[in-house]
């Protein structure tokens, strides 16, 4: 079955650099969320997409912005990268009943 | 404040034990949900159960059982007969009418052989 795509797998950025992640969901699934783990924590919910619209938003810095596009995949872009944004990128989809499934994340290092 | 509760931080057990992972949540909501994700490794989460908070039953899958009681807020989680390959971290998490998923710290496992 298909699953959640997101790519790349892995990055590596320097400091105030920029950087785009992209996230493919399962064929009809209509709504996808953006979570971040930073190493040892657990995965913290950045934002939600449903049918193309943002519907929710957590503790996402303003450094970051994302949207949905018209065939459903997802990119989540962060600018003037810091330390601190180095964490592991989980993308998740869902039909609308809730049961979410997640790719296999980015691990984005900013050096 | 923590909405989900995972005193656990780790448990270290001998092959064929079984371990059990506490999970305790806190929510208003009458329609929630709860799940068990495990993280082994190589990083990747994986979709373990699924329960509303409509459905009490208890449910065992092969060598995992889960434990849902509402009257204590517990939806604790026991492998049987643990092995090797259950080492990873172990998450619960909670969704709300949001829908968005609030997690515990986790709880690392390791089985030794």
């Known amino acids: 079955a298909a699953g959640v795509i997101q790519s790349p797998r892995h990055l590596i950025k320097e400091k105030r650099e920029t950087a785009t992640l992209k996230c493919y969901p399962i064929?009809?699934?209509?709504?996808v969320y953006w979570y971040q783990q930073g190493p040892g924590q657990d995965p913290q919910f950045l934002i939600s997409?449903?049918?193309?619209?943002?519907?929710d938003k957590g503790s996402i810095p303003d450094r970051f912005s994302a949207q949905q596009f018209s065939d459903y995949h997802s990119e989540l872009n962060m600018s003037s990268l810091e330390l601190g944004d180095s964490a592991l990128y989980f993308c998740?989809?869902?039909?609308?009943?809730?049961?979410?499934?997640f790719g296999p994340g980015t691990r984005l290092t900013v050096l | 404040a923590q909405k989900v509760t995972q005193a656990q931080t780790e448990i270290s057990v001998v092959e064929k034990e079984d371990v059990t992972l506490d999970c305790v949540y806190e929510?208003?909501?009458?329609?929630?949900?709860l799940f068990w994700y495990k993280q082994p490794p190589s990083g990747e989460l994986v979709f373990l159960i699924r329960r509303n908070s409509f459905d009490e039953q208890n449910e065992i899958s092969g060598r995992y059982s889960w434990n849902f009681q509402k009257s204590t807020s517990s939806f604790n989680f026991t492998i049987t007969a643990s092995q090797v390959v259950d080492s990873a971290v172990y998450f619960c998490?909670?969704?709300?009418?949001?829908?968005?998923?609030?997690f515990g710290a986790g709880t690392t496992v390791t089985v030794r052989a």
């Open positions: 997409f449903y049918e193309k619209m943002q519907s």
């Open positions: 998740a989809s869902s039909p609308r009943d809730n049961e979410q499934f």
């Open positions: 929510t208003r909501d009458t329609t929630y949900y």
């Open positions: 998490a909670l969704s709300e009418n949001d829908y968005k998923l609030s």
């Open positions: 064929p009809r699934h209509d709504t």
